[in-house]
């Protein structure tokens, strides 16, 4: 993220969701909830309202502030997406962006 302002929250949030919808062909009408969290620095807009923007309407969604890790990757924001799939997880695609690729070194293997 690359300031602490709606816009950028906004923005970031709604370049995540929709990777990850197109990455894994997630239809909205199977998803059960999404959580959204934001790191302790990120504090200028709620990341739901990205979803709801974007049509997420009838959708649940939360947010929550991730821990306050001293290591951790500032200006971060995290979406766990809760649908139903016949998918097995190994075909499910995680999606980093903005220099989050780091947050799973195991990803790659």
Known sequence: MDANTSEAILAGTKELLQRMVDSNQIDKESVACVLLTATPDLNAEFPALAARQLGWTD???????EMGVPHGLPRCIRILILYNTDKRPEE????YIRGAEGLREDAGK
Do not use: E, F, P
């Open 92 to 95: 499910i695609t995680h999606v």
């Open 59 to 65: 959708v649940a969604l939360m947010c929550g502030q």
